[in-house]
């Protein structure tokens, strides 16, 4: 089963999903990451607009997904309202997240099937479903193991460390530095990693005069981060919707010349896990 695993970006984007000429290198859809495990299991991360590059993935035979979400703010799970899997009776769905204050995780992701804001309640759509609170005890799917830290972001979020036969990757979009025992345990969390997504919505400039208390870090905290953890490679991601690609590209120079294993995540990037 884990012969060939890949981890692909299927969608970047923070906030809220983006398009035209000027974002077409790095894409305009929002959160969404993939590791197909073959024999039609398949495990996400989020599920934001991105997750519609999954569509064409989905077969006449029952599928089963995995879906780890990192929160509940819309542009991680808005994807699944239009997400053609969901809709197939064959297929089952089993969600890992951390409940948010006063609420079930099946009422969390099924706010967004709620009426006047969409016409089909989450409990008309076809497929099975399975929903499990996450505690913070490590998760094993096939060969992955997954492993969770808290991150630093309004309403709480979940970061993710995804160990495969190959390699390991820690996810930590958004997520916004500067509570030290926060920031220090993520940096144990991410210790040795090949690669680490962590979010770069900001420059330095922009998260300290404008933006302190959203829940989004500069790129300048994820280097920081990455230089503290000793990974392998680091991976921008929670891009600004409305940072071009131009602009995009400056901030990965700058990040790069303090770390120069440092790349920004687009659609359709991916590396052996």
């Given amino acids: 089963m ?6 692909t970006v299927l969608g970047a984007r923070g906030s809220w999903p983006v398009s035209g000429p000027d974002m077409l290198v790095y894409g305009g859809s929002t959160t969404s990451f993939m590791i197909p495990l073959g024999d039609n299991v398949t495990v996400l991360i989020d599920a934001g607009t991105g997750v519609a ?5 989905d077969t006449a035979e029952p599928q089963q997904y995995h879906i780890f979400l990192t929160h509940y703010h819309l542009d991680h799970i808005q994807g699944l309202q239009f997400f053609k899997p969901m809709y197939r009776e064959a297929n089952a769905f089993t969600f890992y997240g951390v409940p948010p204050d006063a609420m079930s995780l099946k009422d969390a992701i099924g706010g967004i099937y709620r009426a006047p804001w969409f016409p089909v309640p989450l409990a008309e759509t076809p497929s099975s479903k399975e929903y499990i609170d996450l505690d913070f005890a490590p998760i094993e799917i096939g060969p992955l193991r997954i492993t969770m830290a808290k991150l630093t972001h309004p309403q709480g979020a979940t970061g993710y460390r995804i160990e495969g036969p190959r390699a390991t990757v820690v996810i930590a979009t958004d997520h916004e530095a500067g509570d030290v025992d926060v920031d220090d345990n993520l ?18 400039q922009e998260h300290h005069e404008l933006y302190e208390g959203w ?3 500069s790129w300048q905290d994820a280097v920081n981060l ?17 940072r071009t690609d131009e602009a995009l590209s400056r901030l990965i120079e700058r990040a790069a010349a303090r770390f120069p294993a440092t790349l920004a ?3 359709g990037l991916h590396f052996a896990i």
Avoid at 189 to 202: I, K, M, N, S, V
Avoid at 226 to 237: C, D, F, H, P, S
């Fill in 226 to 242: 990455a230089e503290r953890a000793g990974v392998g490679q680091l991976i921008l991601t929670s891009h600004d919707p409305s």
């Fill in 2 to 7: 884990d012969e060939g695993l890949t981890f």
């Fill in 265 to 267: 995540a687009y659609e």
């Fill in 215 to 217: 829940g989004h870090s």
């Fill in 187 to 204: 940096v144990g969390f991410a210790t040795g990693a090949d690669y680490l997504l962590h979010d770069a919505q900001y420059t330095p």
């Fill in 53 to 57: 590059a999954v569509d064409d993935l």
